[in-house]
């Protein structure tokens, strides 16, 4: 698959981190330090609509972890990928390009900042919409659940209109249960800050 396939990919994301509520990278790459220095993530993401070039991605969910030494814009970012053992051989070539960069648009910036791949594992992955509730696993590897803050009229509290590079939408959440093992990382990011972003990638 040549990386200037074009592709799309339209669904949700779940993010866990270390900062404390909320996190301020969501607002700028750039000006916004991490609460706790570093950054450290994990996300689950299920495709609900995708496409590259000729290989349909619906269905499709994946995780993703990063790890920052600081601020975001710097770069030096740590990024690891697991993908639905669900996907056949092209839907994981086309998730490769797109999550590593390779493949331009909308993660272009990935093949920017990420200076080490840890690579790509297939494993069983489940991404879970429950009202305000979103439930992510992989079995021993990560267990997530996280929870929407909610407002005075009980809706979800968001933000709206940002340049964050995920999505301009994001619903601030909190993490009622984040492990992650893996890549030799052991987290556990439970009551720290969460996010929940609509997904409208696509590319080159």
Not at 14 to 35: A, E, R, Y
Not at 49 to 61: K, M, T
Not at 119 to 144: A, C, H, L, T
Request: charged share 20%; proline share 5%; net charge neutral.
């Amino acid at each position: 698959m040549a990386a200037t396939e074009p592709w799309y990919i339209k669904g949700e994301l779940m993010m866990s981190c270390n900062c404390t509520i909320f996190c301020p990278c969501v607002i700028s790459l750039g000006k916004h330090p991490p609460t706790e220095d570093d950054c450290l993530a994990w996300a689950g993401i299920l495709i609900e609509d995708g496409r590259s070039g000729e290989v349909d991605l619906s269905g499709i969910a994946i995780g993703l972890i990063l790890d920052v030494p600081g601020q975001l814009a710097r770069g030096n970012w740590t990024a690891g990928l697991y993908i639905d053992d669900k996907a056949d051989v092209y839907q994981v070539k086309a998730l490769t390009q797109i999550f590593s960069g390779r493949a331009g648009g909308t993660t272009k910036l990935l093949s920017i900042l990420v200076g080490r791949f840890l690579g790509v594992v297939q494993e069983k992955v489940s991404y879970e919409v429950d009202g305000n509730m979103r439930r992510f696993s992989i079995p021993k590897i990560i267990e997530g659940e996280l929870r929407a803050v909610t407002g005075p009229n009980a809706k979800p509290t968001t933000i709206e209109n940002s340049s964050y590079w995920i999505g301009p939408l994001v619903i601030v959440a909190e993490s009622v249960k984040s492990r992650f093992r893996g890549f030799g990382r052991n987290w556990d990011f439970r009551g720290k800050s969460a996010e929940i972003v609509p997904l409208d990638w696509r590319g080159p």
